[in-house]
């Protein structure tokens, strides 16, 4: 079996729980890691055992070495390190939410288009095997016609200083909000014709909890809910005219519940077995580059553009604007 060498852009918590994932994979490796201070990248190739750490991500993209870029950055710096690694012709995995806004999306995929590189976005509930088991459940009948979905994200980190920071691209809806955004788009599409939002700001002018609506033309509706300043239930619930599924953390899908209309329990189903959940994307990203691909099925480009336009309208209707717009 081919081992892919994988290198981490950025040294952060989120960069970790990759490092832990590809350290407990067969088909991938830790390579490399790249920071803008070299100490930082010795500390944490030391840590979790890559073979090379760059002092500057520029260090980390010439290396003929790297085969696929995981970049780990926060939102605001997305789009220039994505073409950073386009532009020196690496295949890229980047951390949701993708970019900062829509027109950053569209004008990095324009970039790996026309020099045919391969990137996708790592909102990684996108790639679980646990959302086909959703969708089929949703689809079988179990609980009839589906009327509504509900999804709720939230923690207590509002005192986390990149998330207060607009300059930053900070805010629940990019951090947490585009997970339940993405829940409710995987499961009911974007078909929806009508959109209602509400949020809470912080001090610094970024949406501290948010409140968002979908309405589609066949009277479905999907309300979403997510929160830097309070501990939300992690709970996904669809439901219909003969009972509902609950799906426990729709950050890291858990299990599904499925219960009758006199809200009996009739099944349960938990998650398969995972490193961290995070191999899924990289593995997504292995099949495409091995089969020629410039992106995944499980998060087509113009899927990701989409959930940028819709987050840049909700942004709209809030008054949140970042600093760099």
Excluded at 205 to 232: F, H, I, K
Aim: proline share 4%.
């Amino acid at each position: 079996m081919k081992q892919w060498n994988v290198a981490i852009l950025g040294t952060g918590a989120i960069a970790a729980v990759m490092a832990d994932t590809l350290n407990g994979m067969e088909e991938a490796r830790l390579y490399a890691v790249g920071s803008r201070t070299l100490d930082r990248a010795r500390a944490f190739a030391e840590k979790y055992g890559a073979e090379k750490a760059c002092g500057s991500y520029e260090e980390l993209v010439a290396d003929p070495q790297v085969e696929l870029v995981y970049i780990a950055t926060p939102h605001s710096e997305h789009w220039a390190n994505a073409l950073l690694c386009i532009r020196a012709g690496k295949p890229v995995l980047c951390e949701k939410a993708f970019t900062a806004n829509a027109a950053q999306a569209r004008e990095v995929f324009a970039e790996a288009e026309r020099r045919g590189v391969f990137i996708t976005e790592a909102i990684w509930t996108r790639y679980m095997p646990m959302l086909a088991t959703i969708r089929e459940e949703m689809n079988s009948g179990s609980i009839g016609q589906v009327r509504m979905l509900t999804g709720n994200l939230g923690y207590s980190i509002a005192d986390v200083p990149r998330l207060r920071d607009p300059k930053l691209a900070g805010g629940a809806l990019l951090d947490v909000g585009v997970y339940p955004l993405n829940f409710a788009l995987a499961l009911f599409g974007h078909g929806y014709d009508r959109v209602e939002s509400s949020c809470s700001k912080l001090p610094t002018g970024v949406d501290a909890q948010n409140s968002v609506t979908l309405y589609y033309p066949d009277g479905r509706v999907a309300q979403l809910n997510s929160s830097l300043e309070a501990c939300l239930d992690r709970q996904g619930v669809i439901h219909g005219t003969k009972g509902y599924i609950r799906i426990e953390n729709i950050n890291n899908f858990e299990s599904l519940s499925v219960y009758d209309g006199q809200h009996q329990l009739v099944r349960r189903v938990e998650r398969p077995a995972q490193i961290t959940g995070y191999e899924y994307e990289v593995r997504a990203c292995l099949r495409a580059l091995e089969a020629g691909e410039l992106s995944c099925p499980e998060m087509p480009h113009e899927e990701s553009v989409r959930v940028m336009e819709l987050m840049d309208s909700l942004r709209a209707a809030w008054g949140v604007r970042y600093p760099f717009e």
